[in-house]
């Protein structure tokens, strides 16, 4: 199984709870298709380089997971669907790109915690 990483850009007009739902019912069709997910993060409400459908806001998640490549046609398409998804983006992850992320959540970049060692 090849690993992911995908973004999803909501419509601003959901609430909290809505955009909540919405990422819970993609989420559910990547595990129910034999999808392991490896991470998520809620990025919340963001200001977009550029307007989308006249937005200039939007709520940002990102999921990484581990899933068979046909996957990945059917979860896009859940997207294009959806009316309430204003952008998405799916890619591969090569080994150096998983790596990179594995020391990224286990905290090997953060510079506070760096300089807090070095002072002690």
């Known amino acids: 199984m090849q690993q992911y ?3 999803i850009i909501l419509t601003p007009l959901l609430s909290e709870e809505a ?6 019912k993609f989420k559910n069709i990547l595990t129910e298709s034999g999808a392991e997910i490896v991470a998520e993060d809620n990025w919340g409400l963001k200001k977009l380089a550029y307007p ?6 939007g ?7 581990k899933a068979p490549g046909e ?3 059917k979860l896009e398409l859940e997207y294009k669907r959806d009316e309430r998804v ?13 790596a990179y992320n594995e020391k990224k959540r286990s905290g090997a970049f953060n510079k506070k915690a760096k300089t807090e060692e070095v002072a002690n």
């Open 59 to 65: 709520f940002y998640h990102l999921t990484e997971f």
């Open 52 to 57: 989308i459908q006249k937005k200039t806001t």
């Open 19 to 24: 955009a909540q739902e919405v990422v819970a």
């Open 86 to 98: 204003m952008r998405f983006l799916t890619i591969a992850l090569e080994k150096h790109a998983v």
């Open 71 to 73: 996957l990945i046609k």
């Open 5 to 7: 990483e995908s973004v």
